[in-house]
């Protein structure tokens, strides 16, 4: 079955930087647009990243821009999150998402907290 495991998560102080992952399996990585969202408490889960399968297009949601990279290494069916330049509102629930098929499936996410 499909499987998604994001780690990577922590507590970070405020300016600093995270790097998840998300590894994947059950279904075929290569052939996957993957994406990383992310809830705050209170708030609507918001899209932070998506890259397509091969990992040669990227977007990025307005709320992290120019301070995250998403990335994937698909001999080892992972997708990353770098995150830099941390601050106090990026404390959330990151998740990874896959969509296979039209079909889309998530992770149980990982814990950012940024405070000092």
């Known amino acids: 079955q499909v499987q998604l495991v994001e780690s990577g998560g922590g507590l970070v102080q405020p300016g600093g930087s995270l790097t998840l992952s998300c590894v994947a399996s059950?279904?075929?990585?290569?052939?996957?647009?993957m994406m990383w969202y992310r809830q705050a408490p209170g708030k609507e889960r918001e899209l932070v990243a998506s890259i397509n399968n091969n990992g040669g297009s990227t977007t990025y949601g307005d709320s992290m821009k120019g301070r995250v990279t998403i990335y994937r290494d698909n001999a080892k069916n992972t997708v990353y999150l770098q995150m830099n330049s941390l601050k106090s509102e990026d404390t959330a629930v990151y998740y990874c998402?896959?969509?296979?098929?039209?079909?889309?499936?998530w992770g149980q996410g990982t814990q950012v907290t940024v405070s000092s």
């Open positions: 059950g279904f075929t990585f290569s052939s996957s647009f």
């Open positions: 998402k896959a969509r296979i098929v039209g079909y889309d499936y």
